[in-house]
C-alpha cells in the first residue's frame, strides 16, 4: 500500500529546489521521548503490516488481505482471509469486548488504482473465529479509510483524503451515525492508528512533516477548527512506514507497534506507569 500512498501524496511533496517549509504556526506538542524496549520478529509466520490489536486472549494483525491471530507471545495461531464485496484491503484494526473492529477500502488491482472504485466499509469481526457478524458502508462520508478504533461509545475512523478523524455513534437499532470530526493539522497528515483513552485520542502519524504518536484533548464539540496534539512521542520507523499500534495491557505507558515483518514495543514518557497510577 505504500506505493499507493505516496502516489497520492506525489500533488503535495515539496518541489526539487523548494526552501524548506516554515516551521507551523500553531502551538507545538511537548515532545516526549519513546524508547524502545523490545520487538518481536515474526520470522514469516504471520505479519502485522497494517495494525494490531490487544485481547485478553490473543494479539491480533491486520495486513491487506488477511487478519492473523496470535498468543499473548505473538506466536501465529491463524491467517484468514477476510473477504467482503467491493473492497481488498483491511487497515488498522481495534479490538474491544469480544470483537475485532476494522476499515476495509478498495485498494489498487494490479498496481493501479480507480477512484470511481472507492469504497469504505467498517465491520465488526468476532475475535474467537475471525468471521464477520455485521458491516456498514460509510462510503459517503468518507473516501479512503484507515485506522479504526472503537472506544465502547463511539467508533473512530481515520479518513486520508479529509485529514480527519471521523466519529460515529452506535444507535440502539445498531446504525452508525456520525457525530463529528475531529480535524487536526496538516503537518501531521494521514493517522494511520487511533486508540482513545479516557478524554484523550491517540494518533500515529506518517507522510507528513511531523511524523510520530501524538495526544490530543478531545474536546467537548467537535467542529470544524483543527485540534491540536498537546504531546508527541518520537516512535521511529525501524522496517517501514509508521502502521497502526495498541497499549500494552497492564502497561498504560507502552505500545506494540506494528511493522509488517515484525513488532515494536516502546516506553512512553509521561504516561502512568501502572494501572493504579493512570486511575488517580
Request: hydrophobic letters at 40%.
Amino acid at each position: 500500500m505504500e506505493s499507493l500512498l505516496l502516489a497520492m501524496l506525489g500533488a503535495l511533496a515539496m518541489p526539487v529546489g523548494a526552501a524548506a517549509p516554515k516551521k507551523p504556526a500553531w502551538p507545538q506538542p511537548k515532545k516526549l521521548t519513546a524508547t524502545l524496549v523490545g520487538t518481536h520478529a515474526f520470522g514469516g509466520k504471520g505479519a502485522a503490516s497494517q495494525g494490531l490489536a490487544i485481547g485478553e486472549e490473543f494479539f491480533y494483525g491486520s495486513n491487506a488481505p488477511t487478519i492473523c491471530r496470535f498468543d499473548k507471545q505473538w506466536k501465529l495461531l491463524e491467517t484468514k482471509r477476510i473477504r467482503l464485496e467491493g473492497v481488498n484491503h483491511i487497515g488498522a484494526v481495534d479490538y474491544h469486548d469480544g470483537f475485532l473492529w476494522a476499515g476495509f477500502l478498495h485498494g489498487p488491482e494490479g498496481g493501479k488504482h480507480d477512484p470511481k472504485l472507492n469504497r469504505s466499509l467498517i465491520a465488526k469481526i468476532r475475535a474467537k473465529d475471525l468471521s464477520v457478524v455485521q458491516t456498514w458502508d460509510i462510503t459517503r462520508d468518507v473516501k479512503w479509510i484507515d485506522p479504526v478504533c472503537f472506544d465502547g461509545t463511539h467508533l473512530w475512523v481515520g479518513d486520508l483524503s479529509d485529514l480527519g478523524i471521523h466519529r460515529y455513534k452506535l444507535t440502539d437499532d445498531r446504525r452508525l451515525v456520525r457525530d463529528g470530526i475531529l480535524r487536526y493539522p496538516r503537518e501531521l497528515h494521514f493517522s494511520q492508528g487511533v486508540r482513545v483513552v479516557g478524554n484523550r485520542l491517540y494518533s500515529i502519524h506518517t507522510f507528513g512533516s511531523m511524523e510520530g504518536l501524538f495526544e490530543f484533548v478531545i474536546p467537548e464539540k467537535l467542529t470544524d477548527k483543527p485540534v491540536y496534539p498537546i504531546r508527541s512521542w518520537n516512535v521511529r520507523r525501524t522496517g517501514m512506514h509508521l502502521e497502526g499500534f495498541a497499549f500494552v495491557p497492564g502497561h498504560p505507558n507502552q505500545i506494540w507497534e506494528a511493522q509488517g515483518n515484525h513488532v515494536d514495543r516502546y516506553e512512553l514518557e509521561g504516561l502512568p506507569t501502572t494501572p493504579a497510577e493512570k486511575a488517580k
